[in-house]
């Protein structure tokens, strides 16, 4: 069984950056694609952005296309998010997922971190 933890979240103000990681293990890293999502207060969980398992393929959600850069470093079983521009809109807790599905233009996960704490300030 995959075990993500997060770390990197924090407080920030708007127009700053951030980088997540996301630490897996449990299981060959580099077979699985791995994804972020965010939940902000009172909103569901939505998707972010997510990578194959070589990192070659990237898909963003629309609201952070260009300022977020997801990548992997399989040697290290770590994925990150790149967040730069960051706004007061991208305050959520932010998810690591891997076990993911596509329905549509929709991503799922299956196996999730406990989450990290961002917060942006205007």
């Known amino acids: 069984q995959v075990q993500l933890v997060e770390s990197g979240g924090g407080l920030v103000q708007a127009g700053g950056s951030l980088r997540l990681s996301c630490a897996a293990s449990?299981?060959?890293?580099?077979?699985?694609?791995m994804g972020w999502f965010r939940q902000a207060p009172g909103k569901e969980r939505e998707f972010v952005a997510v990578l194959n398992w070589s990192g070659g393929i990237t898909v963003y959600a629309d609201s952070v296309k260009g300022r977020f850069t997801i990548s992997r470093d399989n040697d290290k079983n770590t994925v990150y998010l790149q967040m730069n521009s960051l706004k007061p809109e991208d305050t959520a807790v932010y998810y690591c997922a891997t076990d993911l599905k596509q329905y549509g233009s929709s991503w799922h996960g299956g196996s999730w971190g406990q989450g990290t704490q961002v917060t942006v300030s205007s």
């Open positions: 449990g299981r060959t890293f580099s077979s699985y694609a």
